[in-house]
């Protein structure tokens, strides 16, 4: 374990983000590997078919891994202020509530698959084979609660390194049981989905067992369910704000994909594939964001604000210089990275790849707004203050929904085919700019706000008997 209110803030920020940096790097290693053996194997349709679907997985991972991550923010307090019976009476709390909400997710998801496919306008030729991956990923929902579960408490309370170790095994079995089910014993899509349910449940135990035999501080007794009106208002607070703000985010991204498949599976294929290379590109971004909110949190409930003053500050410094290195990444090699996802041999292929470049090329000068908003963001929520990045959230879902009514009539609709300029592409360029123009507005908003908020906090530093 780790106790973040100690030590030289850059040096333990760059400590404990580096494992879930790695982790975030084995995660995004699986789904890379998971597309490029479908793709391999199966063709861009079945590419498309598993992008189509992929609003709705990213909403339902979501919601489960924002619930937890909001309610491991007060873990992460208790433990800054050791007070560890309350810490376990926390996690107990956590668990009821985030099985309750699970079980909703998992009957909505499976009786109602149908209808949501076709909210999403996923084409005929496809819709078969998105039904299947989506139907098996959903029914693993509980297995994905508990991973993210177990990780969450570990690393609310600093340990950020086991998580990773049980992440890497996973993966490693995951990129194994995809190439025997899907090119072995050629189970298409469903092999795919049915690996990742099984990588899942395998990470779930491991971890369980190391809490067992190594964290029983955190276990939890029959006598730790105790709920009062106060406490589980604070845990709902943070953890159900959380998942909102990941639900509205996603949310968007349904009506945005909605728009896409409009397009055909050209599009979706080139889409997807870039937006593989940008879930690898801000990697580093999402691992400092994670190190954040618990930095925030500990600190907090400690009572240490300058450190967090300095936390924030060398927090965005990491990003920036990020930011920088993955701008020259896309622009030197974003040809060949899209390359590896789409299948060279089918109808299309340089057309397809030159669209997935074109987008990460858009995106990535932007990356300095992202930075921001995300960094920011993290530390709010880590200071308990959820309600603005919910708003900022709610400003993205209504900018995606001006986007498919407004900004991809605007440059064509649908009449646009794969390629590498503005004018092939048609409507999909305002898909294209949609996000970085958002990014840009977004960061502006919350970096006042963020400013406004540190200057509120104390001035000096809590002493214990203060606490």
């Not at 995809?178 to 899509?189: A, E, P, R, S």
């Amino acid at each position: 374990m780790k106790d973040l209110t100690r030590g030289k803030p850059l040096k333990l920020i760059l400590l404990f983000a580096l494992p879930i940096l790695l982790g975030n790097v084995f995660q995004q290693a699986y789904s890379l590997a998971d597309i490029v053996i479908i793709g391999k194997n199966l063709g861009n349709d079945s590419i498309a078919a598993v992008g189509a679907t992929a609003p709705l997985v990213s909403l339902m991972f979501n919601i489960i891994n924002g619930l937890v991550t909001g309610f491991a923010i007060i873990v992460a307090k208790n433990f800054g202020a050791g007070d560890l019976d309350e810490m376990r009476r926390t996690i107990a709390r956590m668990l009821t509530f985030s099985a309750a909400v699970t079980a909703v997710l998992i009957v909505i998801s499976t009786v109602f698959i149908d209808f949501l496919l076709k909210l999403l306008d996923v084409s005929e030729d496809i819709f078969d084979q998105a039904r299947s991956y989506l139907f098996i990923v959903a029914l693993g929902l509980v297995v994905t609660l508990l991973y993210n579960f177990e990780a969450g408490i570990l690393r609310a309370v600093g340990d950020s390194v086991i998580p990773l170790v049980i992440l890497i095994i996973s993966t490693v079995l995951n990129i194994g049981l995809d190439l025997l089910l899907v090119t072995v014993f050629k189970t298409g899509v469903v092999g795919a989905a049915l690996a990742t349910v099984a990588a899942q449940a395998i990470s779930a135990i491991v971890c369980l067992i190391y809490l067992v035999k190594r964290r029983k501080m955190l276990l939890i007794k029959k006598s730790d369910f105790v709920f009062t009106a106060q406490s589980s208002a604070e845990l709902l607070s943070a953890g159900l704000g959380m998942a909102l703000m990941y639900s509205i985010v996603d949310i968007g991204s349904i009506v945005l994909q909605n728009g896409i498949n409009g397009f055909g599976k050209d599009i979706i294929t080139a889409h997807i594939a870039a937006r593989k290379i940008f879930g690898f590109t801000i990697m580093p971004f999402s691992a400092v964001c994670a190190t954040l909110v618990t930095y925030c949190s500990q600190n907090r409930g400690a009572g240490k604000f300058s450190r967090i003053r300095r936390g924030i500050r060398d927090s965005m410094i990491i990003m920036f210089v990020w930011a920088s290195i993955a701008f020259a990444i896309v622009y030197l090699a974003g040809d060949f990275l899209v390359g590896m996802i789409v299948s060279s041999d089918g109808e299309n292929s340089v057309a397809i790849i030159d669209t997935g470049v074109l987008y990460i090329k858009w995106a990535v000068p932007f990356y300095y707004a992202l930075a921001a908003l995300l960094g920011l963001r993290s530390a709010l929520q880590g200071l308990g203050k959820s309600l603005v990045p919910i708003i900022c959230s709610v400003f993205e879902l209504l900018w995606k929904i001006v986007t498919v009514v407004a900004i991809i009539p605007l440059f064509g609709g649908n009449n646009g085919t794969v390629g590498g300029t503005i004018q092939e592409i048609g409507g999909y360029f305002g898909v294209v700019i949609s996000e970085p123009i958002i990014w840009t507005v977004c960061a502006i908003a919350i970096a006042i706000i963020t400013g406004v908020t540190l200057h509120r906090l104390p001035k000096d530093d809590l002493s214990e008997n203060e606490l």
